[in-house]
C-alpha cells in the first residue's frame, strides 16, 4: 500500500508540476470564461458605434420610416448618385450605403454597400425593418388592419410541471437541464479520453524507456497500474477543481469590473443567450425587454437545479468512467511498443465513447425513453449518458442500477487489463493481435 | 549454504520453451556467473529469480526457504535493458526508485549523496536524464540497484557500454560487495571478466543448463593434455624425438626463445615423467599445463550442442 502511495504520488507531482498542466489549468477558465463574457462584450462594443447609414430610396416609400436604435441611424439622400457615395465613403463617415430600387414592392431586392463589411446587425436590422415596412404596405393593399394581424399573432409557452414520485410538483423548463446534461456529458467524454490517453502515454513510456524492468522488481505490475491509474485521475480532479474555482473567479471579478449593475450583466448574458435564437443583437431594445424576464426565468431555473447532485455524478461519473476507461488505456499501452502502434486496439475502445456523445440528441431530447435508459446503463457508454440524464431527474432505482454497473464493470476490467498489463509490459518486438492478449490472460504470473 | 536455489523450472511464452527442467544452485558469497549465448532464456531466468515472472513449473528457494514477495527488499537488479524516466531529475529518480524498494526518504538522501561522492557525480543531481550520456545513465543505473544494500544482487550483463576504467570501478565494487558478505550473480558475454570474478556458473543453451559447477572445477575438467613449455638458446631435436609421444599443437621462435605447445597422447604419463623428459632438450626455463580458458569451454560446449543438432537432423 505504502509502495502504491509512492507511485501515486510521482505521478501526480511530475503531471501537476508540467508547463502543459499548468496552461492548461489556466487557459481551460479563461475559455471557458470567455464563452460567457465574450459575446456581451463583443456585442457591447459593436453597439457603442454609431453607425450612419445613407439611404438612397427611389421608390420613395420608406423616407423616414426606417426606424432607428441607439446605435444605427438613418439618413435619407435625394438626388444623389450612388457612386458618388460609394466612391466616397472614407470621407463621407457613412457606414453604408442602402439603395432602394423602384420596383422594390415586387420584387423585394435592396442593395447594401460599404467599404467594410456590413455587421450581421445592420443587415439584420435593415432586412427585418423593410420587411415589416413591406409585409404591412401589401396587407394594407389587402386591406388588411396589421393591428389585426398582430392581435392574431400568439406566442404559445408550455409550462412544464413535472410530478415526482412522492407527489411534490417541481416546475422546470428543459432547456437549462439540456444545456448542463450536454455540458457535463461533453466534459466527461474529454475527461476520459485526455486523462485515459495519459496513462495510456505513460505505459507506453515506460515501456519503450525500459525503467519498468527497474520498477516492477521492485513493486507489483499491478500496483504500478494502479499507481498510475489513480496519480492521474487525481491530476484530473485537480484539474476540474481548479477550473471551477478559476471559472468562477473570473466571471465574478470581470462582472464587477466591466458590468457595474448586475442588471446590466443579466441583460447582456441574455442577450448573449438569445443571440442563438434571433440571431441579432441589433433589435436590442426588444431583446431586452423580453430578457427582464426571461433571465428572471433562467435565474429561477437555476435556482431549482440540484448543483450539489449534478457535480456530485459528475464527480462520480468521471472517476468511474475514467477508471473503467483509463484499465483499458493501460492494457492497450502494455501490449504495443510505441503509440503508432495502438491504433488496432483503440478503435473499439473509442467506439462506444464517440458512440455516447453521438446520442447526445436523442437522450437529452428524451432523457426516459428506452434508448437513453438503456445506454446509460450499459457501462461503456453510462458515464457520459448517465450525466446527460442527470440533470433532469433520473429515478434513484435507475441510478443505483448505473453505478452498480459501472462499478462492477471497472473493478472486472481493472482485473483483465491488470493480467494482460503484467504480460504485455516486457514484451517487446512482437506483433500483438487479440488472439495473443487472450492467451496473456491465462499467463502464470506473480 | 546455498542462499539461492532453483529446481525444475519450466517456461514457456506462446509454445516457445524458454526454460526447460533449469535448476541452479547458489552459494552464500559467491559470484555466480550464468552464462549463454544470446536467446539461451538467461534473461527469463533472471526475471523468475526477481520474481517479475512466475514460472510455469519448478520451485524457488531463498535462505532455505521458498521465495517470497517479501524478499524482493534484500534483491538488488540491474537488469540488461537500462532505462530511466528521461524527463525525470537524475536525483529524484534515483530517491523515487529507493523508496520503492522500501529505504526511507532521509536514509536514502544519505547514501545517494554517499554514492554520488564517491563515483563523483554530484554536479548530475538535478540533472534530467536525457542530459547524461549513456555510460552516464549506466552509472546512476548502478547507483540505484545497490542503494537498498542488497544481499544478493542480480547484475545483467553489468559491463556493456561502460569504458575500462568504468569496469575496472565496477568490478572493484562487486568485488567488495562480496567482501562485505553479498551474494552476486553475474550475467554477462565476457568471459575473462567471468574467470576473474565468478566462483560458479551455470551455461545455458537453448533453454537448458549444459554446464555448471565451479570455475576452476571446470576447467579442471575441460583440460585435454596440453602443455606450454619455453625453451631459451638452442634445442636439440625436439621434434623428432617427441613426435611418437606428443602432439606438437605450435612452436614459435621469437627473441632467441622456443615457445612450444603440446598434447600429451599418452594419459599414463605424469606431469613428473613428462617434465623429466623434457628436461634433456635444452635450458628449459618455463613449463605450464594449459587450461581452457572460459572462452573456449563456452564456445567448446555452444559449439558441440549445435553440432550433435546438425548431425542429428
Avoid at chain 2, 567471468?194 to 551455470?202: P, R
Wanted: charged share 20%; hydrophobic share 45%.
Amino acid at each position: 500500500m505504502n509502495k502504491i502511495w509512492i507511485i501515486i504520488k510521482r505521478e501526480y507531482l511530475t503531471r501537476v508540476k508540467k508547463r502543459s498542466f499548468l496552461i492548461m489549468t489556466v487557459l481551460g477558465p479563461i475559455l471557458m470564461a470567455a464563452m460567457f463574457i465574450g459575446p456581451a462584450w463583443l456585442s457591447q462594443v459593436e453597439d457603442n458605434e454609431i453607425k450612419t447609414i445613407a439611404v438612397i430610396d427611389s421608390s420613395k416609400i420608406f423616407i423616414g420610416s426606417l426606424p432607428e436604435t441607439e446605435f444605427i441611424k438613418f439618413e435619407y439622400l435625394k438626388n444623389v448618385k450612388v457612386s458618388d457615395i460609394e466612391n466616397n465613403f472614407k470621407t463621407n463617415n457613412y457606414y453604408a450605403l442602402l439603395f432602394i430600387p423602384p420596383s422594390v414592392l415586387s420584387s423585394p431586392i435592396v442593395s447594401l454597400s460599404s467599404n467594410k463589411q456590413p455587421s450581421l446587425a445592420v443587415r439584420m436590422h435593415i432586412t427585418n425593418s423593410l420587411k415589416r415596412d413591406i409585409e404591412s404596405l401589401k396587407l394594407l393593399k389587402s386591406d388588411i388592419d396589421p393591428k389585426v394581424l398582430k392581435s392574431i399573432e400568439t406566442d404559445v409557452q408550455v409550462g412544464i410541471t413535472k410530478l415526482n414520485d412522492d407527489g411534490t410538483r417541481k416546475e422546470e423548463s428543459a432547456d437549462l437541464q439540456m444545456i448542463l446534461g450536454i455540458v457535463g456529458g461533453m466534459l466527461i467524454y474529454f475527461f476520459i479520453f485526455m486523462y485515459g490517453a495519459q496513462v495510456m502515454r505513460g505505459v507506453i513510456e515506460e515501456k519503450t524507456s525500459r525503467i519498468i524492468e527497474v520498477i516492477i522488481s521492485s513493486v507489483k505490475p499491478f500496483q504500478l497500474m494502479m499507481g498510475k491509474i489513480v496519480g492521474i485521475a487525481c491530476v484530473g480532479l485537480t484539474q476540474f477543481l481548479l477550473w471551477i474555482i478559476l471559472t468562477l473567479t473570473i466571471v465574478t471579478s470581470v462582472q464587477s469590473v466591466f458590468f457595474k449593475k448586475d442588471n446590466t450583466f443579466k441583460n447582456i448574458q441574455a442577450q448573449s443567450i438569445m443571440a442563438g435564437n434571433n440571431g441579432s443583437n441589433a433589435e436590442s431594445s426588444k431583446v431586452s425587454q423580453i430578457s427582464y424576464t426571461e433571465v428572471d426565468a433562467i435565474y429561477d431555473e437555476i435556482k431549482k437545479i440540484d448543483f450539489l447532485v449534478v457535480i456530485g455524478s459528475f464527480i462520480f461519473f468521471f472517476l468511474a468512467g475514467y477508471l473503467l476507461y483509463s484499465a483499458m488505456f493501460a492494457a492497450i499501452g502494455s501490449a504495443v511498443d510505441s503509440e503508432a502502434d495502438t491504433q488496432q486496439f483503440m478503435m473499439p475502445v473509442t467506439i462506444p465513447l464517440i458512440l455516447s456523445v453521438a446520442l447526445i440528441g436523442n437522450v437529452t431530447s428524451n432523457p426516459e425513453g428506452p434508448l437513453a435508459f438503456w445506454f446509460s446503463i450499459i457501462p461503456f457508454t453510462s458515464p457520459v449518458v448517465m450525466m446527460m440524464r442527470i440533470p433532469f431527474g433520473v429515478p434513484w432505482t435507475e441510478v443505483v442500477l448505473s453505478v452498480s454497473v459501472l462499478i462492477a464493470s471497472f473493478i472486472f476490467m481493472t482485473w483483465i487489463a491488470g493480467k494482460i498489463y503484467r504480460t504485455g509490459i516486457l514484451m517487446y518486438g512482437k506483433k500483438v493481435n487479440y488472439k495473443e492478449l487472450y492467451k496473456w490472460l491465462k499467463y502464470k504470473n506473480y | 549454504m546455498n542462499i539461492f536455489e532453483a529446481k525444475g523450472i519450466v517456461k514457456e511464452y506462446s509454445g516457445h520453451r524458454a526454460l526447460d527442467n533449469v535448476s541452479v544452485s547458489i552459494r552464500e558469497g559467491s559470484v555466480f556467473g550464468i552464462l549463454g549465448p544470446n536467446g539461451a532464456g538467461k534473461t527469463s531466468l533472471i526475471r523468475i529469480m526477481n520474481q517479475i515472472t512466475a514460472p510455469d513449473e519448478g520451485e524457488l528457494f531463498y535462505k532455505g526457504l521458498p521465495l517470497i514477495s517479501s524478499n524482493i527488499v534484500e534483491f538488488g537488479y540491474l537488469p540488461e535493458e537500462r532505462g530511466l524516466y528521461k524527463k525525470m531529475k537524475v536525483g529524484e529518480q534515483a530517491l523515487y526508485l529507493a523508496m520503492l524498494r522500501g529505504v526511507k526518504k532521509t536514509e536514502a538522501l544519505k547514501r545517494l549523496k554517499f554514492w554520488f561522492e564517491k563515483f563523483e557525480i554530484q554536479s548530475w543531481w538535478g540533472k534530467k536524464v536525457e542530459e547524461l550520456s549513456k555510460g552516464m545513465q549506466q552509472k546512476v543505473q548502478f547507483i540505484i540497484s545497490v542503494l537498498h544494500e542488497p544481499k544478493f544482487l542480480i547484475f545483467d550483463e553489468p559491463f556493456s557500454g561502460f569504458d575500462p576504467i568504468n569496469v575496472n570501478i565496477l568490478k572493484h565494487e562487486i568485488l567488495r560487495m562480496k567482501d562485505e558478505g553479498a551474494t552476486i550473480i553475474l550475467s554477462t558475454h565476457n568471459m575473462a571478466s567471468v574467470e576473474e570474478l565468478c566462483d560458479d556458473i551455470a551455461l545455458i543453451n537453448k533453454s537448458k543448463v549444459v554446464l555448471s559447477g565451479a570455475v576452476s572445477e571446470i576447467r579442471q575438467r575441460f583440460k585435454n593434455n596440453t602443455y606450454a613449455v619455453t625453451y631459451s638458446g638452442f634445442i636439440n631435436l625436439i621434434e623428432a624425438s617427441l613426435r611418437h609421444q606428443y602432439e606438437i599443437l605450435s612452436h614459435v621462435e621469437k627473441d632467441g626463445l622456443h615457445h612450444l605447445k603440446f598434447k600429451l597422447l599418452d594419459q599414463s604419463v605424469s606431469t613428473n615423467m613428462l617434465i623429466s623428459g623434457l628436461l634433456p632438450l635444452g635450458n628449459m626455463i618455463s613449463f605450464n599445463e594449459v587450461l581452457p580458458t572460459m572462452n573456449d569451454i563456452f564456445i567448446n560446449a555452444v559449439g558441440e550442442i549445435i553440432n550433435e543438432e546438425i548431425l542429428t537432423n
